[in-house]
T-cell receptor, first 112, second 114 residues
């Protein structure tokens, strides 16, 4: 089954404790992207990647890192999480940068 | 910079009513792509439609239809004879020709009451 898989789905952590949200897709898509969803603010793009070893900032990259060492994986790294990073995070992939996005199920992160 | 505005934060209708969700966008590119996504109460995001800037033909898919007007920078979405299962948050989105960056509107929460 074609899918985008995120882990963990739910996480409660404390300020400053590094965490990684993994994202994996099995559709051989070149493009992957991370978004955060906050009430009333829609989805805001954090980082995106057009291909392996190619990443670029979206609209809200501060406090996040990403890497794209393999085509299928695009982890989101919070080196020192803060409470304002409490949010619902979505990973997405697409055959190309302007195509239909296939989203993961979302990861709800709470930073205390 | 690109921008997407969904002025309607919440809409409530009674089943079988028609409803239109508005989307207005801003971009400097002549080549761009517009999308609508649905987020039902279960939380997943579901693709509905993609339109490129050179294709102004309206599209109909069952009870759903989309009206793209470049002259007014709008890409509106109409649900005909709404059903309770249409209750969801709907997002309009824009990707410019510089592939990669995408901008979403804030979303419109549609509630269809029985």
């Amino acid at each position: 089954e074609a899918q985008v898989t995120q882990n963990p789905r739910y996480l409660i952590t404390v300020t400053g404790k590094k965490l990684t949200v993994t994202c994996s897709q099995n559709m051989n898509h070149e493009y992957m992207s991370w978004y955060r969803q906050d009430p009333g603010l829609g989805l805001r793009q954090i980082y995106y990647s057009m291909n392996v070893e190619v990443t670029d900032k979206g609209d809200v990259p501060e406090g996040y890192k990403v890497s794209r060492k393999e085509k299928r994986n695009f982890p989101l790294i919070l080196e020192s999480p803060s409470p304002n990073q409490t949010s619902l995070y979505f990973c997405a992939s697409s055959p190309g940068g302007t195509g239909e996005l296939f989203f993961g199920e979302g990861s709800r992160l709470t930073v205390l | 910079a690109q921008k997407v505005t969904q002025a309607q934060t919440e809409i409530s209708v009674v089943e079988k009513e028609d409803v239109t969700l508005d989307c207005v966008y801003e971009t400097r590119d002549t080549t761009y792509y517009l999308f609508w996504y649905k987020q039902p109460p279960s939380g997943e995001l579901v693709f509905l439609i993609r339109r490129n800037s050179f294709d102004e033909q309206n599209e109909i898919s069952g009870r759903y239809s989309w009206n793209f007007q470049k002259s007014t920078s709008s890409f509106n979405f109409t649900i005909t004879a709404s059903q309770v299962v249409d209750s969801a948050v709907y997002f309009c989105a824009l990707s410019e020709s510089r592939a990669g960056k995408s901008t979403f509107g804030d979303g419109t929460t549609l509630t269809v009451k029985p």
